[in-house]
């Protein structure tokens, strides 16, 4: 099969993703297209290119955190230094980071766990200045430097590293040579759901080439991908396209046929990924636990641990009244322009639940009309707004909000007053949802209840309208944000707490 290429589209198109057509050739006779020869090829060098641009990213974020260190340093430091004498630790700082980067897998840069990634950062800038403290008390005729400026150099690096590497995939998530090829089993439900999810989370670095299933209903295409029917095709995909990842995701087959599948590609695939179910165990924080000859897996509940209550309250207290402080004058503001905009209250209270079942009034700025209409009485006017509401709990273009309350919306700034709710010790900075009385939580009750309810939170820094539209989605991040919590996790949703304010993507 031959397929002519347009000169100005060659490059993208050549390793863009291969058709249903061309995978059938592959899979059938075992003759190989053109197309995916090329695809083959350049699998093999994607790591490499995708490795140098990630490393010339934290080239330039360690560079950053050096520059503006000694900077700082010069414009606020009680003594003069010697500004070019620092610098030229540069190359150095850059090759302790890569050698660490290199040893704990940080290139090429995907796939990322985000949270992960966050920790992973912290630990390796730790360790990078941790040497440096080292070899300048060892060789302090040698390296005379001011460490107050090392101190600042480790302070802003995590944080320009990982701004520089989010930027990174925001800008190649979509690009034809980022993300490790990936095949999945399976084009059922849950398979369509991993390919949905994936498609919709493209800086993940995850990047569904094909899938296969044993069912002809399920064949053709989704979404753009090729399926193919027949998983004895799956040794035949891989190694004609160079896939390293493959992603189970045929919850229905049976536990001894789940391990044959690993087993049996476990000497061509070096990732294999088997979802268990889409809102299940898979949601939980499991680690393997060995009891002898048999392998268990604990399920831990992390923010329910009263050690772990205990940090995040002095975290809560500490960065509420910094922040509140700092906010002081733009609440101000907000509430003058809330009183100018429409007749009303300045502050909204609404009944929400807290931790142990307890109700509070949350409070908010009013960012609707006070003499609107009541909630039950728009949605019985109208049976596209009632089924809105019933699915995502929630109006997208609610025609009660006022005009500056479109505003507070979208940046997320009518939430601002409930610092006065975490110091109470009714909320937390971070958590699950506060979910009114009449929500329908649909079991998950029985573990959101237990946690204070956050000013923010991982749905809320979640592309929503993608992988978890519906409220059930909503219920099933914040249970997993109570499985799966550290102060990591925390740091990550506060990091993009502040992009979601400032490119104005609150819902």
């Known amino acids: 099969m031959s397929i002519n290429f347009m000169t100005s589209e060659m490059t993208e198109r050549v390793f863009e993703t291969p058709t249903l057509e061309q995978l059938n050739d592959l899979s059938g006779d075992g003759s190989t297209d053109r197309h995916l020869l090329r695809f083959r090829r350049f699998n093999r060098r994607r790591v490499v290119i995708s490795s140098v641009i990630t490393l010339t990213s934290d080239t330039f974020a360690l560079s950053a955190a050096l520059f503006v260190a000694v900077g700082l340093f010069r414009m606020i430091g009680p003594v003069e230094i010697d500004a070019v004498r620092h610098l030229t630790t540069l190359p150095l700082i850059i090759g302790i980071f890569f050698v660490i980067g290199m040893w704990r897998g940080f290139y090429p840069g995907y796939p990322v766990a985000v949270v992960a990634e966050f920790r992973q950062i912290f630990y390796a800038n730790a360790a990078l200045f941790a040497t440096l403290a080292v070899g300048t008390f060892l060789f302090r005729e040698h390296f005379n430097y001011s460490r107050a400026v090392f101190l600042l150099s480790w302070i802003f690096s995590a944080p320009f590293v990982l701004a520089g590497r989010a930027l990174l995939r925001t800008l190649l998530g979509k690009m034809w040579f980022w993300g490790a090829p990936t095949l999945v089993m399976g084009a059922g439900e849950i398979g369509r759901y991993v390919i949905n999810s994936l498609q919709s989370n493209s800086q993940l670095g995850i990047r569904v080439v094909a899938a296969v299933d044993d069912r002809p209903e399920n064949c053709g295409y989704y979404q753009g991908t090729p399926v193919l029917c027949g998983l004895q095709y799956t040794r035949a995909l891989a190694e004609g396209l160079g896939i390293k990842h493959i992603i189970v995701a045929m919850p229905e087959l049976p536990a001894e046929t789940l391990r044959q599948i690993a087993h049996d590609y476990g000497d061509i695939f070096e990732h294999i990924t088997i979802i268990h179910d889409k809102f299940g165990l898979s949601s939980l924080w ?43 004058p733009l609440i101000a503001i907000i509430a003058l322009l809330v009183r100018l905009d429409s007749p009303g209250p300045i502050f909204f209270r609404h009944e929400r639940i807290g931790r142990n079942n307890r109700r509070f009034r949350m409070i908010k700025f009013r960012s609707m009309h006070h003499d609107s209409c009541g909630l039950r009485h728009l949605l019985d006017q109208s049976e596209e707004l009632r089924a809105e509401y019933e699915t995502y709990h929630k109006l997208l273009n609610d025609p009660r909000i006022t005009r500056i309350g479109h505003f507070l919306r979208k940046y997320s700034l009518d939430e601002l007053p409930q610092f006065w709710n975490i110091l109470k010790g009714e909320m937390s900075l971070i958590g699950p949802r506060a979910y009114e009385p009449g929500d329908k939580m649909q079991g998950y009750d029985e573990i959101i209840f237990k946690v204070a309810p956050g000013l923010t939170g991982l749905w809320q820094v979640t592309e929503r309208n993608d992988a978890f539209p519906t409220f059930v989605g909503r219920l099933h991040i914040d249970d997993y944000y109570i499985c799966n919590w550290t102060m990591f996790m925390d740091a990550f949703i506060v990091a993009r707490t502040f992009a979601v304010i400032l490119f104005g993507r609150g819902k």
Do not use: E, M, W, Y
């Not at 940090?311 to 922040?323: E, G, I, Q, T, Y």
């Open 286 to 328: 499991v680690a393997p636990s060995n009891l002898g000859l048999i392998i268990g897996l604990d399920v831990q509940h992390q923010l329910l641990r009263r050690s772990s209550q205990i940090k995040k309250r002095v975290v809560d207290v500490a960065l509420s009244v910094f922040f509140g402080i700092i906010a002081l």
